[in-house]
């Protein structure tokens, strides 16, 4: 889709008892991005995962009627020593997928080092480190909840490459 048809865009960091979700707007002149909302979907560890699955599911899609995004990026798959780990995040990244495919919303995925990368300059930075530079970049008065700081930090470099795109093409799922 052509970059001006991409002015929202929610940004995704799956997780079974924290995912993250952040919201911006692509603008122009002065204030070229800021943050439409944000926050991280909590789920108790004595919840049934299935009981995560839904809640996870009904906050996404409130947030995505709420804010009406036209596209998704959602963090890529990465490589957990933990099987049951990996099975959990993968659930819950389903169920991320699904209520942004149901809007009809174009999703893309980027590896969560290339973001901290981009919004740090470092592809190893901490948590803290890139909810301070989103802070920064988004001029919010203070940084976000970690969770949602790195669904923030998926959104802002999205929407970077939906204002200038790069040679490289976005991984669209």
Known sequence: MAAAAH???IGIDPSLRGTG??????????DPLSALGFGTIHCPATWPRTRCLVKIAAELRCAIATHQPTTCAIEGLFFAQNLQTALLMGEARGVCLLAAAEAGIEICEIAPRKVKQAIVGFGGAQKTAVARMVQRLLA???PPPADAADALA????????????TLAPRQRL
């Open 7 to 9: 002015s929202i865009v």
């Open 21 to 30: 979700w952040g919201i911006v707007r692509v603008g122009r002149g002065v």
């Open 140 to 142: 919010l008065s203070e």
């Open 154 to 165: 998926l959104a802002l470099v999205h929407a970077r490459e939906v204002v200038r795109p």
